[in-house]
Each structure stands twice: as structure tokens, then as C-alpha cells.
């Protein structure tokens, strides 16, 4: 059964930095093509970040040369590194995995609170 489980969420100043994890089991993981995603208050989900093998990865206007995103395939996990974060950043923050064969699979995770606040 696939699991994707975030963690790294927290509580930060603005300018700060954090890093979020997603460690995933069940699925194979280079198979997939990885997300982040986030929902601020009152608002809808969007895509942060996208990393695919073999693709460059691509990140929302809203967070290019702040933000990271990358995979370690040893562990399952991929991260997003987050720095010089904005009280806009605030939002809970779910990590993705899809892959497209014939049908699409996708799993999200539980997700993880990001609060930038002084």
C-alpha cells in the first residue's frame, strides 16, 4: 500500500529557512514524478514544485530562487528546502507522487502546517 508521509513543518520568522521531508513507501520510487503542494487559508491548492526524472524541475513564480526541490532515491524521500521564507509561505504544505501508464496513479500525503510569523 503506498504511503507518502511529510514532516519538517513548523514555525519560523520571517527570512528563515525550513526543510520538508516526504519519505514515501509502497511505490517505486523512481517511477514517479514528485510534488509539493500547498493550501493557504482560504485559498486553493497549488503547485509549488515539480521534480521528474530526467526534467529540469520547475517551481511556481511565487517561490523561484527560494525554494528547492530534490529526491534522494536511497531513502525515498524527496525534500523541499525553503529559505528567505514570507508570511505569504504560510500554508500547509503536501507532498505528491504520479505516474502516468496508461491510468494515473497519485498518492498525497497527510500534510505538514508552514507558519512564517514574527
Known amino acids: 500500500q503506498a504511503r507518502l ?5 513548523g514555525l519560523v520568522q520571517p527570512g528563515g529557512s525550513l526543510t520538508l521531508a516526504c519519505v514515501t513507501s509502497g511505490i517505486t520510487f523512481n517511477m514517479y514524478d514528485m510534488s509539493w503542494y500547498r493550501q ?3 485559498k486553493g491548492r497549488e503547485l ?6 530526467g526534467v529540469a524541475p520547475r517551481y511556481a513564480e511565487s517561490v523561484k530562487g527560494r525554494f528547492t526541490i530534490s529526491r534522494e532515491s536511497q531513502k525515498n524521500t524527496f525534500y523541499l528546502e525553503m529559505k528567505s521564507l514570507k508570511p ?8 505528491n507522487a504520479k505516474r ?4 494515473t496513479y497519485g498518492y498525497w500525503g497527510q500534510g505538514t502546517q ?5
Do not use: L, Q
Open 40 to 42: 493557504g487559508p482560504g
Open 88 to 95: 505569504e509561505d504560510t500554508a500547509v504544505y503536501y507532498c
Open 100 to 103: 502516468v501508464v496508461g491510468r
Open 48 to 53: 509549488v514544485a515539480k521534480i521528474a526524472k
Open 5 to 9: 508521509a511529510e514532516s519538517g513543518g
Open 114 to 118: 508552514v507558519t512564517v510569523s514574527s
